[in-house]
């Protein structure tokens, strides 16, 4: 388990959530410092979505799994508040469709994966059928239990054309989501977010534990990797999402730009060539 702002997960580590901290925070991240370092993050990461999507080479599929109330929407709104509209799209995954339902589970993500050049957000994704799936019986065990080999292999497939996957956990406590679920109630502008669900679900926290635990443990892999983040205080989440988001595509920055200059080398070739062409000798 290696400690820095959030927590990655190595290839078949054994995950007990109970060994990491919903309410965790870096010594080194100072509260007072979060809205200016957010500021320099969301540029950043605007300027790395412009490259991405003119550079063509890859594509991003960030990935947002999380308890109901632990912040996936919210997580979206300010992480990608600076990004250009026309280079990103969020799905959000809902309960299947019967067409869905007659497919393999993978069918109905596989045509909504980001193609070259864009950013793909997805809010729960095919982890629900490993998880909401499994928690309420929705398919017998001998079924569930061999998806999780299946994504492993999808989400290769992915790597492999160039994807970067990149997929949180947003990681809050029992008595978090209580809170939250409590505020919704109390605040008649927010009570829309209600859903009563929600309560009936929270039934379910252990058994939820447990099968994320199983998602952390057999589906995090150095190419497409889990990271547990922190999520009991949003302004940390936030902040730890978008530094995680921006080391994972600076690398790629030298490669993209050095793509865009041979591209524009190129061009200019050819207009000299065709300039050339229509003098009058
Ligand atoms: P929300 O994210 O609050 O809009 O809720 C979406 C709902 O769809 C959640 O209750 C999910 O558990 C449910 N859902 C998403 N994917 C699946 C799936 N593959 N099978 C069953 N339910 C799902
Ligand atoms: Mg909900």
Not at 7 to 24: C, G, R, T
Not at 221 to 226: D, L, R, V
Request: glycine share 4%.
């Amino acid at each position: 388990m290696s400690s820095d702002l959030v927590w990655k997960i190595a290839e078949d580590h054994k995950v007990k959530l109970k060994d990491y901290d919903p309410d965790f925070i870096n010594k080194h991240v100072v509260q007072e410092q979060a809205n200016a370092e957010m500021e320099r993050l969301d540029q950043e990461l605007s300027e790395l979505q412009e490259l991405l999507a003119a550079a063509q080479q890859n594509s991003l599929l960030m990935i947002l799994q999380g308890m109901d109330t632990s912040g996936k929407d919210g997580t979206i709104r300010h992480v990608f508040s600076r990004i250009n509209p026309q280079g990103c799209y969020v799905h959000s995954f809902k309960q299947p469709t019967d067409v869905e339902l007659a497919h393999d589970f993978l069918w109905r993500v596989h045509t909504v994966t980001p193609g070259k050049g864009m950013m793909g957000i997805f809010n729960r994704s095919h982890y629900e059928d490993v998880l909401v799936v499994r928690v309420h019986d929705l398919v017998p065990e001998d079924v569930w239990s061999k998806r999780y080999k299946a994504i492993n292999q999808f989400e290769k497939l992915l790597v492999d054309n160039n994807t970067i996957i990149i997929k949180f956990f947003l990681h809050i406590s029992k008595d978090e989501q209580a809170r939250r679920l409590e505020a919704r109630e109390q605040d008649k502008d927010k009570a829309w977010k209600l859903s009563a669900s929600d309560w009936a679900e929270r039934k379910y926290w252990d058994d939820y534990q447990k099968a994320y635990e199983d998602v952390l443990s057999k589906c995090s892999t150095e190419e497409s990797p889990w990271y547990i983040v922190p999520s009991n205080h949003k302004w940390y989440r936030n902040l730890v999402i978008a530094q995680t988001l921006v080391q994972t595509l600076r690398p790629y920055k030298d490669q993209w730009r050095g793509q865009l200059e041979a591209r524009g080398r190129k061009e200019l070739e050819l207009l000299a060539q065709q300039r050339q062409s229509k003098e009058p000798s």
